[in-house]
């Protein structure tokens, strides 16, 4: 029996085993559907193709589908859904943690009615901001940078370095990361 005509069971069982062949039939089969619930979900096409790799990735490497409980298309239906919902979860709660960190940045810059002391307290925090951005590897100061100086979107920096917008994300949160941590004592 060709692969082709094999049933979605026996395709992932050939595909986990390396068969590229096999691969290429279930994407076929199954990633525009995956594809567009993302895209339907997040909106945008390009994290609809970061995610829509990220599940075919994820079920090449261990899953819990059980084909006893529903057809493989339920679940990539309900693994990508919840994928990205999480994926919306996390992003707000990186604007939330940014426009947190930028409200106290902001609120340290109206030096107006500022008296000595708490100048030189601003200034303090702005030579530890420096620091630690200086700190950072070059490729997480730069993405911030692009993105909170310039005002860039991941994605128009993903296009500008010319590097994957996955990567980009990886760099964003690494380097935030980073900078929490370095700064923890100072925005407390």
Do not use: C
């Not at 395709?11 to 594809?35: H, K, M, N, P, T």
């Not at 940014?98 to 008296?115: A, C, G, R, Y």
């Not at 307290?121 to 702005?126: A, D, F, I, T």
């Amino acid at each position: 029996m060709k692969i082709s005509e094999q049933t979605d069971v026996e395709v992932l069982q050939a595909w986990r085993a390396g068969s590229s062949q096999a691969f290429g039939i279930f994407y076929d089969r199954y990633g525009e559907l995956v594809y567009r619930l993302s895209l339907r979900i997040l909106g945008n096409p390009q994290e609809a193709e970061d995610l829509t790799q990220e599940i075919f990735i994820l079920l090449s490497r261990d899953t819990n589908y059980d084909s006893k409980r529903g057809s493989i298309a339920a679940f990539l239906s309900v693994l990508t859904r919840s994928r990205a919902i999480d994926r919306i979860r996390k992003t707000r709660s990186q604007q939330q943690h940014l426009q947190k960190w930028e409200q106290s940045i902001s609120s340290d810059h109206d030096t107006s009615n500022s008296s000595l002391m708490e100048n030189a307290s601003l200034s303090e925090r702005s030579e530890k901001v420096k620091a630690a951005l200086a700190d950072l590897p070059d490729k997480h100061r730069q993405v911030l940078e692009m993105a909170y100086f310039d005002g860039l979107s991941q994605t128009e920096i993903a296009k500008a370095l010319d590097t994957p917008l996955g990567t980009v994300k990886s760099w964003a949160r690494n380097g935030l990361i980073r900078l929490r941590e370095s700064l923890k004592d100072s925005l407390e």
